[in-house]
């Protein structure tokens, strides 16, 4: 985990990442930390708030009707990039509101948001990159369920509603979406795990 963190920091991500590692703990300015009851108010809030926000996207990932007889992948291509930006809105506006809950509740907590944003900021593009790279491997395992369903078929028409290699397609975009959402939800679940305590 070391080495590969090291490979996506850089020295000027460094820097930040060991002042919220090295800050004195202390009270955050302004309000007194939260008292249990407003700890255990917020927590609720962020659970609901997190089940409502994963059980919409799962639906917007499952319900592919539009493309569902699609048989060429420019219709997929735009449904995948459009349910990426949503999670990323999303999932960072959650984050962001589950961050300052954090931040509110102990000195300690205050060092693990703040090393969260710090985070967040070195990690994120590096991340985003990443995840970028879906739709064009998408299009290619498209390519070859397409191809090997094509061998031996002189038609070369576009694919019936239930072909069954875009029934496979279908299903593995989704699982690999699904996969996504939980890898963005990851940072919101731990600061959630923060607040609820041992």
Do not use: N, Y
Request: proline letters at 6%; a neutral charge; glycine letters at 8%.
């Amino acid at each position: 985990l070391a080495d590969g963190l090291g490979r996506w920091i850089g020295w000027t991500d460094a820097i930040p990442l060991a002042a919220a590692l090295q800050a004195p703990l202390k009270p955050g300015k302004g309000a007194a930390p939260a008292g249990p009851a407003d700890s255990a108010c917020a927590l609720a809030a962020l659970e609901s708030e997190l089940a409502r926000m994963r059980a919409l996207l799962v639906r917007a990932i499952d319900d592919d009707g539009e493309t569902a007889a699609d048989a060429d992948f420019a219709g997929h291509r735009r449904r995948c990039m459009a349910l990426q930006q949503a999670m990323a809105a999303d999932v960072a506006a959650l984050r962001a509101q589950a961050r300052t809950a954090v931040a509110q509740c102990s000195p300690a907590l205050g060092r693990l948001a703040a090393l969260d944003a710090v985070l967040g900021k070195a990690l994120g593009p590096r991340e985003q990159a990443l995840l970028a790279m879906m739709p064009t491997l998408l299009e290619r395992h498209f390519e070859r369920l397409r191809q090997a369903a094509a061998v031996g078929d002189d038609a070369g028409a576009a694919a019936p509603p239930g072909a069954a290699w875009l029934q496979d397609f279908r299903r593995d975009m989704k699982q690999l979406l699904l996969a996504e959402l939980e890898l963005r939800l990851q940072p919101v679940q731990g600061l959630i795990d923060a607040l609820r305590g041992p």
